[in-house]
C-alpha cells in the first residue's frame, strides 16, 4: 500500500491548495466589479433608494469601502485559521483512511477524484444547512452574511472556525477516499464559490441553472427577507436543495445581511458577536432545557411563553340559602 506521503505528492503541487494559487485572481475581480461600480450611476427611482424606515438601499452591485475592507480583512485571516484547522483535519482523516476505512480507492482514478468533488460537495450542502439550522453552528457563519451589501468583496468574508467542515467531511476518509482529495474537493468548492457572489451576473442558461449553483441562486441564499431566508444551500451543486426541498429560485432583488443590523464594522466583533449572544442567553436562564434550546435550536429561538395564570380568585355566587 501506498504510504499517505506518496498519495499526497501523486497530485500535482500546483493543486495542492487551489485557493491559494486563486487569490490574485480573487483580487483582481474585486478590483473590476469595484471599478465598475465607482463608475456606475444610479439610476433608480427615489422610492428604490431607501427602506421604509429611511435607510439608504446599497447600489446594487455595489461597494462600501469599510465593509470591503472588513470582509477583505477578514478574508486574509481566515487563510491562516483555514490553513490550522485544516492541518489538524489532515492528521484526524490521514488515522481514519490508514487505519480504519476498508479499502482506499485509488488516488490516480479520474472516479475517485469525481467522488471526492461530489462527495465534498454533498456534505458541504449538510454542513452549510446545519449551519444555519443549529445556533452554535450559525456563530461561525454568520459573520459571513453580515454584509448589506453582495459583491465578489463579500464573498472573502469567511469564517474562521471551520470546525463543522471538518466533521461533515469525515465520512470521505472512512470511505475511502483520499485525504489530499477531500482537500481538493473543497478547496474547488470555495474558489468556485467565489464567482457567484455577484449582482453584476443575471440567470444563465435555463440547463446551467437547473444543475449550479448560480448568482442568481445565491443572492437568494444571502436575503434576509422572509421568503429567502433558509434557502439554496448548495456549494458548487443546486441539485442537492431541488432534492431535499430547500430550494428557492429569485423572485425579487434580495434585502442582504443578517435580520438584525450589526452595526459595525469591527471584524473580531462581527465573528465573535453571536458567541457573545449565546452566551448572554444562556447566563440569563436558570431552566437546562432552555439554556441547550438557545444553543442548539435554530438562531433565533426562545423558550415558550408560559401559559397565562388563571384567575386567583373567581366570582362567588349570592348566599341564597334561607336565614
Known amino acids: 500500500m501506498e504510504s499517505l506521503a506518496d498519495l499526497w505528492q501523486a497530485i500535482p503541487v500546483a493543486l495542492h491548495d487551489p485557493v491559494a494559487l486563486a487569490v490574485p485572481f480573487f483580487l483582481l475581480f474585486v478590483g473590476l466589479e469595484g471599478l465598475a461600480a465607482y463608475l456606475l450611476e444610479d439610476e433608480r427611482p427615489d422610492d428604490q433608494r431607501r427602506t421604509p424606515d429611511g435607510r439608504a438601499l446599497p447600489l446594487p452591485g455595489g461597494y462600501d469601502r469599510r465593509d470591503a475592507l472588513a470582509s477583505m480583512s ?58 444555519h439550522r443549529v445556533r452554535l453552528v450559525w456563530a461561525t457563519h454568520q459573520a459571513h452574511h453580515s454584509s448589506e451589501y453582495f459583491n465578489f468583496a463579500t464573498a472573502l468574508r469567511q469564517k474562521w472556525n471551520n470546525s463543522a467542515e471538518i466533521v461533515a467531511w469525515l465520512p470521505l476518509p472512512l470511505l475511502g477516499v483520499p485525504p489530499a482529495l477531500v482537500f481538493l474537493g473543497f478547496s474547488l468548492s470555495l474558489v468556485y464559490q467565489f464567482f457567484v457572489h455577484t449582482e453584476r451576473v443575471d440567470r444563465l442558461w435555463r440547463p446551467v441553472e437547473l444543475v449550479l449553483n448560480t448568482p442568481s441562486h445565491h443572492r437568494v441564499h444571502h436575503g434576509s427577507d422572509p421568503e429567502y431566508l433558509d434557502r439554496n444551500y448548495g456549494g458548487i451543486l443546486i441539485v442537492w436543495d431541488r432534492l431535499f426541498g430547500s430550494f428557492q429560485p429569485e423572485l425579487h432583488r434580495p434585502t442582504y445581511g443578517l435580520t438584525t443590523r450589526v452595526g459595525t464594522h469591527h471584524i473580531v466583533r ?54
Do not use: C, N
Open 270 to 323: 462581527l465573528q465573535t458577536r453571536e458567541y457573545a449572544a449565546i452566551a448572554r442567553d444562556v447566563r440569563r436562564t436558570p431552566r437546562l432545557r432552555d439554556k441547550l434550546g438557545y444553543v442548539f435550536g435554530p438562531p433565533g429561538w426562545r423558550p415558550a411563553a408560559p401559559p397565562a395564570p388563571e384567575l386567583a380568585a373567581r366570582a362567588v355566587p349570592a348566599d341564597t340559602s334561607p336565614v
Open 74 to 131: 477578514m478574508g486574509v485571516v481566515s487563510v491562516v485559521t483555514m490553513t490550522l484547522w485544516k492541518s489538524l483535519a489532515l492528521v484526524l482523516y490521514a488515522v481514519l483512511f490508514a487505519y480504519v476505512a476498508p479499502w482506499h480507492l485509488p488516488i490516480d482514478a479520474w472516479w475517485t477524484w469525481a467522488i471526492a468533488i461530489l462527495g465534498a460537495d454533498f456534505f458541504f450542502y449538510w454542513a452549510h444547512r446545519v449551519a
